[in-house]
T-cell receptor
């Protein structure tokens, strides 16, 4: 059974700092991994989708990596800003064509 | 293109009542999925509809049901509400592999 864990559960950093969010999954038979952002009480916004054949995917200040063999993905945020404050979730597809979500990391960027 | 639209935004119901939530997907998207989000359990898959047919179902009791119309709009129904059904219900439509989520319906059961 797939388990997706995100550590840490919460993170506070000063503005301008570079940071890394971690995502671990137990079943490496995945064909992609997706990172989402969620603002309080709101829906999810897709940030990056990495195919299993890729090792990295970049969008602006965000860079996501995927290592299937070790069951890990990281989301790197460069030069963090207060507007980056949100909960970040990773998700992997299941065989039933839906997503299995991680527990999330709540990020606070302090001005 | 308009995004995924969910109505209503907030709902307050009492135990034993039933509720219907609505979701309009992005134009052209035929797959609609529903997820429940609670502080304790996180995000959990409820069901997915594609071309008016339920394609997949999560591990929820039969009180949770849904349907999809010919225009791809979807509704989710919860009957005999329980306190534990209080949650943010999220709808998502699919474009190949990416999911696009609505803002959700916050359901409070008193």
């Amino acid at each position: 059974k797939q388990e997706v864990t995100q550590i840490p559960a919460a993170l506070s950093v000063p503005e301008g700092e570079n940071l890394v969010l971690n995502c671990s999954f137990t079943d490496s038979a995945i064909y992609n991994l997706q990172w989402f952002r969620q603002d309080p009480g709101k829906g999810l916004t897709s940030l990056l989708l990495i195919q299993s054949s890729q090792r990295e995917q970049t969008s602006g200040r965000l860079n996501a990596s995927l290592d299937k063999s070790s069951g890990r993905s990281t989301l790197y945020i460069a030069a963090s800003q207060p507007g980056d404050s949100a909960t970040y979730l990773c998700a992997v597809p299941t065989g039933a064509n839906n997503l299995f979500f991680g527990t999330g990391t709540r990020l606070t960027v302090i001005p | 293109k308009a995004g995924v639209t969910q109505t209503p935004r907030y709902l307050i119901k009492t135990r034993g009542q039933q509720v219907t939530l609505s979701c309009s997907p992005i134009s052209g998207h035929r797959s609609v999925s529903w997820y429940q989000q609670t502080p304790g359990q996180g995000l959990q898959f409820l069901f997915e509809y594609f071309s008016e047919t339920q394609r997949n179902k999560g591990n929820f009791p039969g009180r949770f049901s849904g349907r999809q119309f010919s225009n791809s709009r979807s509704e989710m129904n919860v009957s005999t509400l329980e306190l534990g059904d209080s949650a943010l219900y999220l709808c998502a439509s699919r474009d190949t592999e990416k999911l696009f989520f609505g803002s959700g319906t916050q359901l409070s059961v008193l």
